[in-house]
């Protein structure tokens, strides 16, 4: 089969990256965790001391920032291992200011576009389907309702030994939800030619296995 682009696209917590990083794997494919780009520019201006409302500031910071991921999924950001860090609960809350910002999003859309070129990429995030790989030979939108999304969050802080509460975690995934589909560039949106899964109650392999058929269905 020739390699393909997939975009995956969704809110947060829908489960986009797991199933991503197992597709990518089976596919042999590249994943490229678009989410994580804007969680380093947020980890950034903290480290930096910058308010999250300096946009000009943060703008310009992104130019020195590399960012590379390895083929296990962690991330780098100027060869320091941020995987955790960027996951931490203030880090999403700042991303999802951070990536409101269009100039932030352009440098970023670039550097993703540049990558996947190539062919044989995953990109999941907001975006993707509809500005950064229009024509990504197949799209994915998928969606939980937030009890499943919150339920799953949860477990896994409490795998990680991580104290929160289900409600903070419920309700910060209302509010990244609105923030993501209401700011005025680029906004979580459906691409028209995009298949919808529901993943609230599919497990990660039949979640796998329905887009794995679907790639055999791409003419
Ligand atoms: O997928 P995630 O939860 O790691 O994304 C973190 C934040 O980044 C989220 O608030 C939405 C934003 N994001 C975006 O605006 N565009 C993308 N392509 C990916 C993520």
């Not at 937030?146 to 802080?157: D, F, G």
Request: net charge negative; proline share 2%; charged share 30%.
């Amino acid at each position: 089969m020739k390699k393909m682009n997939i975009a995956i696209d969704g809110p947060s917590a829908a489960g986009k990256s797991t199933i991503a990083k197992l597709l990518a794997k089976q596919l042999k494919y590249v994943h490229l965790d678009t989410g994580a780009m804007y969680r380093c520019v947020a980890l950034a201006s903290k480290h930096h001391h910058l308010s999250v409302e300096d946009e000009e500031q943060i703008v310009s910071m992104i130019d020195k920032l590399e960012i590379v991921f390895d083929d296990l999924g962690n991330v780098f950001m100027n060869g320091q291992d941020v995987t955790k860090d960027i996951r931490e609960n203030e880090i999403s809350m700042l991303t999802s200011k951070v990536s409101t910002y269009p100039k932030v999003r352009e440098k970023l859309v670039q550097r993703q576009q540049e990558m996947a070129k190539a062919k044989g990429y995953i990109l999941d995030g907001r975006d993707i389907g509809t500005v950064v790989l229009p024509d990504a030979e197949l799209k994915i939108y998928m969606i939980a309702s937030v009890e499943a999304r919150a339920k799953r969050r949860y477990q896994e802080y409490v795998e990680k030994g991580i104290d929160i509460a289900y409600d903070t975690i419920y309700k910060d995934i209302e509010e990244r939800d609105y923030q993501d589909m209401n700011r005025k560039t680029s906004p979580l949106t459906k691409a028209s030619d995009a298949v919808e899964i529901d993943t609230s109650s599919l497990n990660i392999q039949e979640v796998v296995d329905k887009i794995l058929k679907l790639l055999t269905e791409v003419k």
